[in-house]
């Protein structure tokens, strides 16, 4: 099973954290090499860039891979099917025009000129809408070419939003909103390996924002300090080995709900409460 990753940029060290976390630990993959083996002996990872993943997996190089969704859309396969939002890597590709001009709707493109880096998507957008402006392709500062007349509007990529604003350039509408994923290619989409791996990158992002809280528990007030922990499916209750009259209450609680549950359990009698982070959380 091979995995295509981004070689370099801002999305290869998330991707490589997030692998490491899930458990699929690389193995002599050194800096410039082209793939790593990993732990698993039936997993190998291969560095490709950003842009050129889709095609690694639509043709057969690598049968899942991590980019982003703007990436998939631009290559135009539909035979790659989204697995698993990774949660970074978040943007929005947008359509722009000089805040000052004359261009303030979609209706008003109609004959003009939209410059992108991404035409695909581009000419899908403006197909769904009936509006056909020319689409020019361009490899790079497309914040500019409206102010040296080489187009009326664009479609790029923003996080902020700062860069359109100090190039004077006024949002008209959202295109399409992208965030990296786990994609696969559809006949290989329920492989057992393939749900392994999602499984394993899932567990990691359930466990982002979640603490486990453990602490003891007089029997007689359980009831009152059950009704006060948060979290998934409940509290578990075990006996406490020589506990006399103490039971021992585990929970999965998100981070930000800590503070003010320890306050309140302690309150009404927990003790030995100990609070540690969780690596991974298969649901």
Same mark, same amino acid.
């Given at each position: 099973?091979r995995?295509?990753?981004p070689?370099k ?5 998330p ?6 976390r899930?458990?699929?630990?690389l193995e002599?993959g050194a ?6 083996e990993t ?7 291969l560095?490709a860039?950003a ?6 997996i639509?043709d057969?190089?690598a049968d899942?891979?991590?980019t982003g969704?703007?990436q ?9 099917v989204d697995?698993?939002d990774?949660a970074f ?11 000052d001009g004359d261009?303030?709707a979609i209706?008003?493109l109609?004959g003009k000129?939209?410059?992108?880096e991404?035409?695909?998507i581009t000419?899908?957008?403006f ?16 914040e500019?070419t ?11 990529i923003?996080?902020?939003g700062?860069?359109l604003k100090?190039?004077?350039l006024a949002i008209?509408d959202e295109v399409l ?6 994609? %696969?290619?559809?006949?290989? *989409? @329920?492989d057992?390996? !393939?749900q &392994?791996?999602? /499984?394993?990158?899932?567990?990691v992002?359930a466990?982002?924002?979640k603490?486990?809280?453990?602490m003891?528990v007089p029997?007689d007030?359980l009831?009152?300090i059950r009704?006060e ?7 578990t209750?075990?006996?406490i080995a ?5 039971? %021992?209450?585990?929970?999965v *609680? @998100?981070?930000r709900d !800590?503070? &003010?549950t320890? /306050?309140?359990?302690?309150k009404?009698?927990?003790s030995?409460?100990l609070v540690?982070?969780i690596?991974?959380l298969v649901e």
């Amino acid at each position: 099973m091979r995995i295509a990753v981004p070689n370099k940029g801002r999305l290869h060290q998330p991707t490589i954290d997030l692998l490491e976390r899930a458990g699929l630990h690389l193995e002599n993959g050194a800096d410039r090499k082209l793939y790593a083996e990993t732990v698993d002996p039936d997993v190998t990872v291969l560095f490709a860039r950003a842009a050129d993943i889709p095609e690694y997996i639509a043709d057969g190089a690598a049968d899942v891979g991590i980019t982003g969704l703007d990436q998939v859309r631009e290559s135009g396969h539909d035979d790659i099917v989204d697995l698993l939002d990774l949660a970074f890597g978040r943007c929005r590709l947008v359509l722009a025009a000089p805040e000052d001009g004359d261009i303030t709707a979609i209706e008003d493109l109609g004959g003009k000129t939209v410059a992108t880096e991404f035409p695909t998507i581009t000419r899908n957008f403006f197909a769904d809408t009936g509006v056909d402006p020319e689409v020019v392709e361009v490899t790079g500062a497309t914040e500019l070419t409206p102010h040296v007349e080489m187009a009326d509007a664009i479609v790029d990529i923003t996080s902020t939003g700062t860069t359109l604003k100090v190039n004077r350039l006024a949002i008209i509408d959202e295109v399409l909103s992208s965030s990296v994923q786990l994609f %696969a290619r559809e006949d290989v *989409v @329920d492989d057992p390996k !393939v749900q &392994e791996i999602r /499984t394993a990158l899932s567990s990691v992002l359930a466990a982002d924002g979640k603490r486990y809280l453990m602490m003891n528990v007089p029997e007689d007030r359980l009831e009152e300090i059950r009704e006060e922990i948060p979290g998934l499916d409940g509290p578990t209750i075990m006996d406490i080995a020589n506990g006399g009259e103490k039971v %021992a209450v585990h929970a999965v *609680v @998100d981070e930000r709900d !800590v503070f &003010e549950t320890i /306050t309140d359990v302690k309150k009404r009698g927990a003790s030995g409460i100990l609070v540690t982070e969780i690596e991974r959380l298969v649901e």
